[in-house]
């Protein structure tokens, strides 16, 4: 790409923030962070197999999961980076049982929930992972921080992106206004705008579900499977990578749909609403595509508590309202209840 050509993630950041009168640069601030901790991790994961930090370091994390080293290496590089924008009062992590309230910080305008390092599983054995995080506003920065202001629904997130640790790292992100990508030019450890205002195709062949867990899937959902892999549906391409932002990356970028449903023994799935499910539903419904529990959009959902779970049917448009088809009321967990 000819030098004139490129784009980096910061001249979008600035070029974003001229857009936008009232702006005062406290958002770029926060995004100029996390891109520098996307950077560090993806320095430590490329190198963790020559590094001591693959494996487990001997703790568990509030859902009493075994903690990766590189678990808790990105977590401290994020909360780090974000802590020091002087921006943000509150870290939401699925590292932390609690709210991270940040030191000195109690009036910022921010809040910020992450998964610092998504996929940890697959860490040890190369298979790609990722980072999110999902920005909301505080709604009055002059009163002390809380956990009640944390407890927002995705509708009112103000950014939302993830860090894609892939063949090549990517950032994906959207304020809003559609969604853009970006690659890391290792050479010049620069993001460069490669995916612009990215658009989920309305259909696609691919559908990501774990089918190990079939069994334990409703009968509506049973029903979905069975139809993705029918003569009528073509069938499908089954493409399951057990990291669910590269699943989800697969299926935005070629249409698809990424089901991660509740099952008889977890009725409220495994991904977590603030941190993986809203974030990646704020992208897929701003590139064109949906975000579903089974009822309604996941954004709509009221959290009750930090980490709480949902199921998630999420991609194509069309390829979501199908599997609505299927699934009936009584089918997705009882969310609210
Ligand atoms: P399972 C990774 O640990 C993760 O949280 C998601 O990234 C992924 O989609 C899911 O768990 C995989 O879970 O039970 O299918 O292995």
């Known amino acids: 790409m000819p030098q004139s050509e490129i784009t980096t993630l910061e001249q979008f950041i600035v070029d974003q923030q001229a857009l936008h009168a009232q702006a005062d640069g406290s958002l770029s601030r926060v995004f100029r962070a996390i891109e520098l901790a996307a950077k560090i991790v993806n320095r430590d994961v490329r190198k963790a197999g020559l590094i001591d930090i693959l494996g487990q370091d001997g703790s568990v994390n509030t859902h009493g999961e075994d903690q990766q080293k590189l678990d808790v290496l990105a977590n401290n590089i994020f909360i780090s980076a974000l802590s020091r924008t002087g921006e943000v009062s509150m870290i939401i992590s699925e590292e932390n049982e609690g709210v991270v309230y940040v030191e000195g910080c109690d ?29 909301y506003k505080r709604q009055n920065a002059e009163q002390s921080p809380n956990l009640q202001e944390c407890l927002q629904t995705g509708n009112e997130q103000v950014a939302a992106g993830y860090v894609f640790y892939g ?14 990508g970006f690659t890391l030019d290792d050479a010049l450890q620069e993001f460069c705008l490669s995916h612009p205002n990215i658009q989920t195709p309305s259909n696609g062949k691919i559908f990501s579900v774990n089918e190990g867990n ?16 029918s003569n009528e549906a073509g069938p499908y391409k089954a493409r399951y990578i057990g990291s669910m932002i590269a699943d989800f990356h697969l299926n935005l970028l ?9 099952t ?32 309604g959009s996941i954004m709509e959902l009221q959290p009750k508590e930090l980490h709480q779970r949902c199921p998630l049917f999420i991609g194509s448009a069309n390829m979501v309202d199908l599997a609505m088809h299927y699934i009936s009321e009584e089918d997705t967990a009882i969310i609210n209840r």
């Not at 079939?214 to 892999?229: A, L, M, R």
Request: glycine letters at 12%.
């Open 264 to 295: 008889t023994g977890s009725p409220s799935g495994k991904l977590r609403l603030m941190y993986e499910c809203n974030p990646m539903a704020f992208l897929a419904e701003q590139a064109g595509g949906k975000a579903t529990y089974g009822e």
């Open 167 to 180: 063949s090549s790292t990517m950032l994906v992100y959207t304020t809003g206004q559609g969604v853009n």
């Open 107 to 135: 009036h910022e305008k921010y809040i910020v929930a992450i998964d610092p390092l998504d996929g940890s599983s697959n860490i040890d054995v190369n298979v790609s992972i990722g980072s999110i995080f999902s920005i």
């Open 214 to 229: 079939y069994n334990d899937f409703s009968e509506g959902v049973k029903s979905y499977i069975d139809y993705c892999k």
């Open 254 to 262: 070629k249409g698809g749909v990424f089901v991660d449903p509740g």
